[in-house]
């Protein structure tokens, strides 16, 4: 083999092992951080003084100051809609803010994408909470709130106290998350 075809094959191969270690990292980290409470990661209560203190805009661009939702149990989800676990996991999102947001649940939705594609899928699926944007500078915001990975989605729950009592890269599911809601509220 010589010339051009030979590159293709090196760079061919090269990907291949490139896949298959993003795969075995990703699964790594994943493993290890999928789950976890407060006690098990350094510095959340710090990361939950960070999250109320943020403001982000919500699509139309109007500032949404984090702090609003203090007093309530707050799931916030880290996503992109270029994300597909992300997508997939919202609609489960929908629903269980459809069936607690009266006993005192807001679900927030941290978007790391462009406004307008975050309205277009929120329209999409019909989301009923409240949505927020930012820039690639929020995955600081969950980095202190303990995404190790810098991974999405990622979601931490907090009770109604402010603390982060739950957090999880990669897919919540109802049947997942709604124990944890249930115990908080």
């Known amino acids: 083999m010589s010339g051009p075809w030979r590159r293709r094959a090196i760079l061919g191969a090269a ?7 993003g795969v075995w990292g990703g699964s790594h980290l994943l493993g290890r951080w999928r789950d976890g409470a407060a006690g098990d990661a350094p510095g959340l209560a710090e990361g939950a003084e960070a999250f109320f203190a943020t403001t982000l805009p919500d699509p139309s661009g109007t500032p949404q100051p984090f702090g609003q939702w203090k007093g309530q149990v707050i799931v916030a989800n880290f996503w992109a809609t270029w994300c597909v676990p992300c997508r997939e996991e919202m ?16 679900f927030v939705g941290i978007a790391i994408d462009k ?8 329209q999409e699926i019909g989301v009923n909470y409240p949505l927020v944007v930012g820039d690639m500078a929020v995955f600081d915001l969950a980095r202190r ?15 109604r106290a402010g603390k982060i009592v739950a957090r999880r890269t990669g897919i919540y599911t109802e049947a997942t998350l709604s124990p944890i809601i249930e115990k908080l509220l």
């Open 115 to 122: 406004p307008e594609r975050v309205s277009r899928f929120a």
């Open 145 to 159: 709130t303990g995404n190790v990975g810098d991974l999405l989605p990622y979601t931490i729950v907090l009770d």
């Open 91 to 106: 609609p489960h999102f929908v629903k269980l803010q459809g069936r607690y947001g009266e006993r005192g649940l807001t």
């Open 15 to 21: 990907g291949v092992l490139a896949a298959a270690a």
